[in-house]
């Protein structure tokens, strides 16, 4: 499991949206999953990847951290972040 999530960042290098002409909505990472995101659009807005870095500031840890904690529940979480400490190896 060791490197698992070692490319997670690698998500937020970009962002998503959904464009309709000249008005767009911006997914946010960490608020809502992309399916909703893509789910809660109106009508005639197309979702796209726009080549822009998301706001703030997402470290390699922070996005192995949240990627692993929507894919892997419990024990696979557990062994993840504790007995394999792979938390250490990603940059604060």
Not at 7 to 20: I, P, T
Request: proline share 5%.
């Amino acid at each position: 499991m060791k490197g698992l999530f070692g490319r997670a960042h690698d998500l937020y290098a970009k962002r998503y949206a959904a464009f309709k002409g000249e008005k767009y909505n911006v997914w946010y990472p960490y608020h809502e999953s992309i399916p909703e995101f893509e789910q809660r659009q109106p009508s005639g807005y197309v979702c796209q990847v726009v080549d822009e870095p998301v706001p703030g500031n997402v470290t390699q840890r922070c996005a192995a951290f949240q990627l692993a904690a929507r894919v892997l529940t419990g024990y696979g979480f557990t062994r993840y972040f504790e007995n394999y400490d792979v938390a250490q190896d990603f940059s604060h």
